[in-house]
């Protein structure tokens, strides 16, 4: 009897420490996400800064440009420090605060350029997040730089859709001036379009398509993969 009860006694202590050094790693992991973010930030700061002393427009587009892409990594990572189970992220949330945070960035009224959006509740996780993420910052910083020259209006939609088995639709359209004609998207890009053929194509392991004709709209679907599509939050 003594035996048993003394069996139970360490059971239960060696489940206690597990426990206790579970959620240790757990405050450990939302801290590691929560400094990420602010070294993050502290870089977006000092790329502001070293901004300000060039007068040039270009130069001035440039910083503006990198900031906009740490600014997607760091909102995924504040997302994360901000979820409950810390491997995953609600895109619908996510993609909604980016799109805002960019028209800031770009200073476009919404009452001018109008995003509009048709988001599934979709979770995931870092490793999808972040390239879908910038991605999606690629896609939307083309429209607002692109589509809509001078005083034009108009919308961008940006979608997020699940498909059969694990598969997801991004589409992300506007309905600007459309790109040049014949213009080939997979080869005449610059840096923005090829990285979203990289982060698609390699990182996503998507297929992308695009279309220019009342606008330009861009697809991608790839698979959310299973040990990432867990509901949290
Ligand atoms: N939504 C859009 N509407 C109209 N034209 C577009 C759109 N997206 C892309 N384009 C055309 O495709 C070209 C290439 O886009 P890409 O993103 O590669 O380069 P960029 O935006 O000019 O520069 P960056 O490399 O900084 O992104 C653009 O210069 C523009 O002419
Ligand atoms: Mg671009």
């Known amino acids: 009897m003594a035996v048993f009860s003394h069996d139970i006694t360490e059971r239960k202590t060696a489940e206690e420490r597990l426990i206790t050094s579970l959620k240790e790693k757990e405050v450990l992991l939302r801290e590691l996400y929560h400094r990420t973010k602010n070294n993050m930030q502290v ?45 995953c992220i609600g895109m619908k949330e996510y993609i909604r605060e980016l799109v805002e945070l960019l028209m800031k960035s770009y200073r476009a009224s919404p009452q001018r350029i109008t995003p509009e959006y048709d988001l599934d509740d979709i979770f995931f996780a870092i490793d999808l997040a972040i390239p879908c993420g910038l991605l999606v910052n690629e896609l939307i910083s083309n429209a607002l730089k692109h589509a809509f020259p001078g005083s034009r209006q108009g919308r961008i939609t940006v979608r997020l859709k699940k498909k059969e088995g694990e598969y997801v639709e991004l589409q992300v359209a506007d309905d600007g001036i459309g790109a040049p004609s014949e213009f080939d998207f997979k080869s005449g890009g610059k840096m923005g379009l090829q990285t979203v053929f990289a982060l698609g194509g390699h990182q996503l392991q998507g297929k992308i398509e695009f279309e220019s004709s009342a606008g330009v709209t861009c697809r991608v679907i790839f698979k959310n993969k299973p040990f990432t599509n867990q509901t949290n939050i």
């Open 43 to 87: 870089i977006c700061s000092m790329l502001e800064l070293y901004s300000m002393d060039f007068d040039d427009e270009t130069v001035k587009n440039v910083f503006s440009e990198l900031n906009n892409k740490i600014r997607t990594m760091a909102l995924v990572h504040q997302k994360l420090y901000k979820s409950q189970n810390l491997s």
